[in-house]
């Protein structure tokens, strides 16, 4: 299937640019607004994950404020809903008597949509699917499959009531002694309320997208083209399996090749069967769209469970819902109404049609452009021609047959939640000349200026920052990939490049990781030692993957 809805589509006199990024599982592609300005806000550590804000409004000022709504619903729902924290009411009713107890209207409703989709899935969906997490778990410290007759158990366990409520008494009542956990559907119900809370804390709001570890919700008078990540290639910079237009819906995306469980050399996905106990391993990623981000998030991990023509026949009978699988061929298997959603490719751009913003200037005059920078301007006017081949030995294109993974974690402050530093990550030649973007992660222009080094050799190029990296792992850690490829899309000469990543914070702390590599025909791995804003990286240096013969294939 075609990445091309990751090309920008401009004049052929343009560069088409790969520093385009998806989120985890899924990423936004553009914020670009004609009637009201767009800012984009970025926090890690929420709800164990990377969350992104996009918000419409007449100014800076409501952002703000709908920013801070959104943080603060976040917040309070996570002390009702949460998993991991003891004092959360979720983990007070596990933990205390086992008699009828008051219960929170958001508790009792997020309990009461489990119960439907248990229902409605036959069983795939089950809170207690946390008992076999904790098996796989302990087995894979212990270097071991689980033993059938431990599995046997653990679904004796999981299949027993867990709860019973009471409607007209608000009071749930803790049954079974299977652990329990709400990660299929809390953050889906968590993001639906953030979003009802932040529109009704800001009029003046006209559109709204947030995302959460790659679930997200748009809403309002706004519409959004959303990427769908590649099961296949998840870097935060690949290309996107396909792109589709939202508006006023929600989409969420599970897949096992984030997570999982790594046991003798083999990778399990932490996705589980809550019928016999193991890891799914047909479906590797399902993405839905659905009204709402509870809906969404539930259905993205009974797709996985469930065989995938019933599965499509579910999700065939819900209303306003559409569903994408992909199946561990390759195979693509879609629901009747998804084609629908879908952008074309020529409509998928990331250049203003009004040009790029000119507050905080931060470019150098002309006559300060370094002499090394020139061959990258021109590059941007798309007249710059790939790096010349070397001879000999080094003649070879390596990304032909290589590629190389850039994985970093950015630093943690000692704080529940906090901004995410401006990051950006790019690639030099022998002689210090830019050849290709892998990222740039700002929320506004005026700080590009404190990208020290980036800003030397790109700051000139105002519509390139337009493309910006979607985070969807876990807190702070990140992957980038480059295939071998200058921006102009040429394959680029083996030999020897600089590795360069430079993070900073608003008005903050400055770090840059740079590290010479030697791209040819052996692989390796390397450690990078990391600074105060980038805690580690490393460097992987691999043989592509073979392409899979059903790549692409796709049934409806």
Known sequence: MSPSCCSTGAATRRSRFSVLSVALTVGVLACVSTESQCHEFF??????????????????????????AVLREIERLSRILSSYSDASEFNMLLKGP?????????????????????TISEGAFNPAAETFSRLWSRCAREHRLPLQDELDEAVRLAQSQSWEIDGDAQTVTRRGNAPLNLNAI??????????????????????????????????????????????RSPADNAPPLCCIRLRNASVATSG??????????????????????????????????APRAEEADALATILNVLEPTKGLALVNRLEDTEC?????????????????LSEPADRVGFEPENGSPESGDTSLDPGEVPKEATALLAAFDGVAEAPQQQEAVQGALWGEGFELLVNFEISRPRRFRYN???????????????????????????WLGDLRRWNYLYGRNRKFVH??????????????????????????????????????????????????????DKPFEEQLRGNYEIRQASLEYREKKPSDESEGKSAS
Do not use: M
Request: charged share 25%; hydrophobic share 35%; aromatic share 6%.
């Open 467 to 520: 493309a910006v990296s979607r985070a969807t792992r876990s807190p702070g850690k990140h992957q980038l990939l480059w295939d071998g490829r200058a921006d102009n899309g040429q394959y680029v000469p083996a030999g020897q490049y600089t590795v360069l990543i430079e993070a900073v914070r608003e008005h903050g702390t400055y770090g840059l990781i740079r590290q010479q590599v030697d791209l040819g």
């Open 324 to 340: 994408l699988l992909v199946r561990k061929d390759g195979e693509i298997l879609k629901s009747t109404g998804w084609d629908g």
């Open 98 to 118: 086992r008699i009828p107890r008051k219960t929170s209207p958001e508790l009792l409703e997020v309990l009461e949509a489990c119960n439907h989709w248990s």
């Open 420 to 446: 995410r530093p401006y990051v950006a990550a790019w690639v030099e030649d022998a002689d210090g000349k830019p050849v290709r973007t892998l990222c740039l992660w700002v929320s506004d222009f005026q």
């Open 256 to 289: 096992n090749y984030e997570r999982g469980f790594k046991i003798a050399g083999t990778h399990y996905s932490h996705i589980i069967d809550p019928r016999t106990g193991k890891p799914v391993t047909d479906v590797v990623s399902a993405t839905v769209v």
């Open 186 to 231: 809390a953050k889906g119900y968590i993001i639906d309320q953030a979003c009802r809370a932040a529109l009704a804390h800001a009029p003046d709001v006209t559109g709204l997208l947030l995302n959460i570890g790659g679930d997200l919700r748009v809403c309002g008078d706004t519409a959004k083209t959303i990427g769908i990540a590649d099961p």
């Open 43 to 68: 926090h890690e550590d929420v709800l164990g994950t990377s969350l992104q804000l996009q918000v419409d409004s007449p100014s800076l000022n409501a952002d703000r404020k709908t920013e801070a």
